[in-house]
Every structure is written in structure tokens, then in C-alpha cells.
């Protein structure tokens, strides 16, 4: 009797504490601390109705984890080792070197066969089968990168050349050297120095040919003013060839209709002089 007498109880008590929750009007606006007594003094807050309370989800549960602090552990002596020794492994300089030392050996390979090389050096780290393979693959992946980049910045300084043949399925890696200022720059301009030099001689020759033609033509100038020839002689016109034999010599000569096409066929030794050497013989 007394249990049903407490339950009748709480429910004008309930709506009685719902209404004055009502009445504070607590809503958005300013930030303020504000005091509420929903029971007169003396009284208890009656016990809650379990199909009042809030259930709690699944997603709450995995919410928990991520709001607790997570404190990152720190790795132990070989771990911090083995983590400085991938890392030193993984530098471009150190996959550079590498590289250059490869290629410089083999003269002419592939990409292919560098990188196989060197991954086959980088994963005797995990030989001891305590790290996991994900970070194994990782790693190979991480080299096989480098060394694609390494190549190309090899590339780039033409210390390496690339060549595809027809029928190949990839490049051909070629090694070329490293760049030099000392002997292989002195070299090259001392050939170009050479070439120079002696491009000037023969420009110096072939100039000193045409001021001694220059002056064999003058003279022959001055030569037939002084000289009153006939006009009915013959005259031989600029530039002419002389052909020179034995008196005894029998010679076949063929020449086309329009005489620009001659053939000379000797049956002894000839020589062939042109107008400017027949001009130096008579002096002029």
C-alpha cells in the first residue's frame, strides 16, 4: 500500500519540477551560472525511470579510446638504430652514390637491374624477420623511387645517357662520367684550340692565293695595254686549264656538241695547270 502511495507521489512531484525547469527560460544567450533547487529542502530527488535514461551506442564506446590522452611510446635503443639505418638508406644522396657506383661498374644497364641490386642490399635489414612486412614493402617501394630519381638527376647532369632500341622493352642506362674542370675541360679546349688554328692557316692560304691572283690578273692588264694585238687574233678567255704531256703521247679527246663536257684520254703521264699557275710560270 505504502509502494503505491509513493508512486502516486512522484508523478505530480514530476511535473511539478518540470514545470518550474520551464519557468527558468535557459536557453542561448550570455554566459551565466545560474543556481536551481527543482526540490524543496528536506526532500530527495526521487529515483530515475530506466526507460527514461539514455542508451548508451556503440559509437560511444569507440569514441572513449580517442578522447583519452594517447601518449606516444618511445622506441628502444635498436629500434631507434634500425629506424636511423632506413632512413640513411632511404636519402637521395646516399641512393645517388649508390647509383653512380652501379652504373659506373656495369658501364651499360637498366633501371630494372640497379634498383634490383639495391634493394637487394636494402632489405638485408630485415633478414632477422622481427619487423613486420608491410614496413618491408614500404621500404623496397621507398628505394625503387629514389633510385628512379637519382637516375633522372644523374640524367639532368649528363653524367648518364639514356638509349632505346627497337625491340627492347626498356632504356638502356649508359655512363658517361663525371663532369671535370681539370683534365677532361682542358682537353677538349685544347682540340678546340687546334681546329681554331688551323682553320685560320688554311683561311690565311686561301687569302694569299687570291691577292697573288689579284696581282696576275693586274699585270696581265697592264701586259696587253702596252702590247697592240690585232683584233682578228685569238683570244683566250679567263679561267682556262692547260694540260701537259709527252710530245710522243697519243691522247683520245671527246666533247659534246656545245663543248662544256670534255673527255682526255692519255696514254702517258699529264699534268693539269690552271690559269692562275700559268700566269705565276710566265711571271706575271
Known amino acids: 500500500m505504502s509502494t503505491q ?56 564506446d569507440e569514441a572513449t579510446p580517442a578522447a583519452k590522452s594517447t601518449k606516444r611510446r618511445k622506441p628502444t635503443p635498436e629500434e631507434a638504430a634500425f629506424n636511423s639505418k632506413l632512413k640513411d638508406q632511404s636519402s637521395l644522396r646516399f ?40 614496413k618491408k614493402k614500404d621500404h623496397e617501394k ?39 674542370t681539370t683534365s677532361v675541360d682542358l682537353i677538349m679546349l685544347q682540340k678546340e684550340k687546334e681546329a681554331a688554328l688551323a682553320e685560320i692557316e688554311k683561311k690565311k692560304e686561301c687569302l694569299q692565293e687570291l691577292l697573288v691572283q689579284n696581282v696576275c690578273f693586274r699585270n696581265l692588264e697592264r701586259r696587253n695595254k702596252r702590247i697592240k694585238l690585232d683584233e682578228q687574233d685569238e683570244k683566250i678567255p679567263l679561267p682556262f686549264i692547260v694540260v701537259n704531256t709527252a710530245e710522243n703521247a697519243v691522247i683520245q679527246c671527246e666533247m659534246n656538241q656545245d663543248k662544256t663536257d670534255v673527255m682526255l684520254d692519255f696514254n702517258m703521264p699529264f699534268e693539269i695547270n690552271d690559269d692562275n699557275e700559268i700566269l705565276k710560270r710566265l711571271g706575271l
Open 95 to 134: 641512393i645517388s652514390a649508390k647509383v653512380c657506383e652501379i652504373v659506373e661498374s656495369k658501364v651499360t644497364t637498366t633501371y630494372n637491374e640497379v634498383a634490383n641490386e639495391l634493394v637487394i642490399e636494402a632489405l638485408k635489414l630485415f633478414d632477422d624477420g622481427v619487423h613486420p612486412d608491410k
Open 142 to 180: 621507398n628505394i625503387r623511387r629514389r633510385v628512379y630519381d637519382a637516375l633522372n638527376v644523374l640524367l639532368a647532369t649528363d653524367i648518364i645517357s639514356k638509349t632505346k632500341e627497337k625491340g627492347d622493352r626498356e632504356k638502356s642506362i649508359h655512363w658517361r662520367g663525371y663532369p671535370t
Open 5 to 60: 502511495k509513493s508512486k502516486c507521489a512522484e508523478r505530480p512531484l514530476k511535473n511539478e519540477v518540470t514545470k518550474y525547469i520551464t519557468s527558468c527560460n535557459i536557453g542561448p544567450g550570455p554566459t551565466r551560472t545560474t543556481t536551481i533547487h527543482p526540490f524543496p529542502r528536506g526532500m530527495s530527488a526521487p529515483d530515475p525511470d530506466p526507460d527514461s535514461l539514455p542508451v548508451k551506442s556503440s559509437s560511444d
